[in-house]
């Protein structure tokens, strides 16, 4: 399986326009007030026509009611349902069946000991994201810019079917494949210039080094056969 490439917190048609040119795989649209990267439901209603079937719609919400929900839905028509609050495995697996969409989990981690709620979550959401784990006083739970310990997923997980965000950037994201191994990368702030203003060259040269990265990875497990 190839690695997926998520660009997420895109907000104007040029930087989607340059994750789409460059052959992102998902494209995140957030809906949660506090980050700087929130979209009107018009605005996603019109980026989201502009990705038609390039990409992978994924809209990221955080402890959304059913109405919220209902209308990022109506409107962006996502092809998944990024979840990144606290909801719990019952909310999950619910919003799993009331909607009929993929969903996606998100896990903030530092340490092992984050990794305790995996199994309930892994047998209700479709993947899992491991994200950096906020700090306790902060304002929304990713989007921070910080990396966590790679190393701390080490035997987490039973496939690499999983998502690495958190802190991740043109130039470490290279070194988070090589030790996580993971499925896809998710990137949001590492490609911006300020807090929400995404940068195209940098989401071009991401998604470049991404790819790369993979194609090393790959011929280096090869040639270790």
């Not at 990221?60 to 990144?84: C, K, S």
């Not at 309930?120 to 929304?140: L, Q, S």
């Amino acid at each position: 399986m190839s690695l997926i490439v998520k660009i997420c917190g895109l907000s104007t048609s040029e930087t989607l326009s340059a994750a789409l040119d460059a052959g992102a795989d998902m494209v995140g649209f957030v809906f949660f007030e506090a980050s700087p990267r929130h979209l009107s439901l018009e605005a996603a209603r019109k980026l989201g026509r502009e990705v038609g079937v390039r990409a992978q719609k994924v809209a990221l919400t955080v402890d959304a009611d059913d109405a919220t929900l209902a209308n990022i839905i109506e409107t962006l028509r996502p092809d998944w349902l990024q979840l990144h609050g606290q909801e719990s495995v019952a909310r999950v697996r619910d919003i799993r069946q009331r909607y009929d969409l993929p969903v996606m989990k998100v896990i903030g981690v530092k340490s092992k000991d984050d990794l305790a709620p995996l199994p309930g979550y892994a047998a209700v959401a479709d993947r899992i994201m491991f994200d950096a784990r906020a700090p306790k006083d902060a304002t929304r739970p990713g989007g921070l810019g910080v990396p966590f310990d790679w190393h701390v997923l080490d035997g987490a997980t039973r496939d690499q079917s999983f998502i690495l965000s958190g802190g991740l950037t043109i130039a470490n994201v290279a070194e988070a494949i090589r030790i996580a191994r993971p499925g896809g990368v998710d990137v949001s702030s590492g490609v911006e210039r300020a807090p929400g203003a995404k940068d195209s060259e940098m989401i071009r040269a991401f998604i470049r080094a991404a790819r790369e990265a993979e194609i090393n990875l790959s011929e280096a497990i090869s040639h270790a056969r």
